[in-house]
């Protein structure tokens, strides 16, 4: 009976160790602020996308976003940011083709989708990218529009894509970009400023969607709770 007790005593704390390294070993999400001339967003960064997740965090730690611009802005679809070049740049230069010299591997996730405060990541097209490999740097957030049924019905033919009945409800009541989806990594969501997203996709803007006036960035990592105090 005593030997008994031993082993069940050693069997608990085998399995409370267990537990404890299983809940230590769980990713921690990242926050991020983004601060423009037209507000402040807070995003929360996906753990599904650990690649996409962990080279922009990386970015951000080396400060790589500060002072670069939101070059490309369309009305009811996105806004786009990040290109190196965008520092500094002169008035009417056109952007978006800078990077660093590296792709990351398409990290594409059916349950993450392009709502309205989507983060995801620009690539170049199918033709010369067909494993829709990201920028290492430049990305997206989208604005979008609201969608009817009869609009994704067809998206879906289209694109040989299936948008859940759940996704499809917030893109008829709040909106998003559904024809996106699956053909560019989503690796993140703006929980706090989406009003900061219209404000950047409305502003004047000259023939090749770049705003007039520049819009700047500077995005930080949050410490851990701190994105709360923002929602």
């Known amino acids: 009976m005593k030997n008994f007790l031993y082993l069940l005593a050693f069997l608990c704390l085998a399995s409370c160790n267990v537990l404890k390294s299983s809940k ?19 995003a929360k960064l996906y753990n599904q996308t650990p690649l996409t997740t962990k080279n922009f965090v990386k970015l951000v730690r080396k400060h790589f976003y500060d002072r670069l611009l939101f070059h490309r ?8 940011g990040g290109d190196p070049d965008s520092r500094n740049a002169k008035p009417g230069q056109p952007l ?21 405060g989507a983060l995801g990541m620009a690539r170049e097209t ?10 290492s740097c430049q990305f997206y957030i989208v604005e979008g529009r609201i969608f009817t049924d009869a609009e994704m019905d067809r ?20 909106g998003g970009a559904p024809f996106l989806d699956m053909n560019y990594t989503v690796f993140g969501q703006v929980i706090s400023g989406l009003d900061v997203i219209d404000k950047i996709a ?11 006036h520049d819009i700047k960035m500077t995005i930080t990592l949050l410490k851990k709770n701190e994105y709360r105090k923002y929602l």
């Open 155 to 174: 998206i879906e033919e289209h694109f040989h894509i299936k948008i859940p009945e759940s996704h499809r409800e917030i893109y008829k009541t709040i």
């Open 126 to 135: 199918d033709d010369v990218n067909p494993k829709k490999a990201s920028s």
């Open 202 to 212: 409305n502003a004047p803007k000259d023939r090749k969607d770049r705003p007039l």
């Open 73 to 80: 802005v369309e009305k009811q679809f996105m806004i786009q």
């Open 96 to 116: 978006g083709n800078g990077g660093l010299k590296y792709t990351i591997p398409s990290e594409l996730d059916s349950s993450i989708f392009h709502q309205k």
């Open 24 to 42: 230590s070993s769980a990713p921690h999400t990242e926050y991020v602020k983004i601060e423009t001339d037209s507000g402040t967003m807070i």
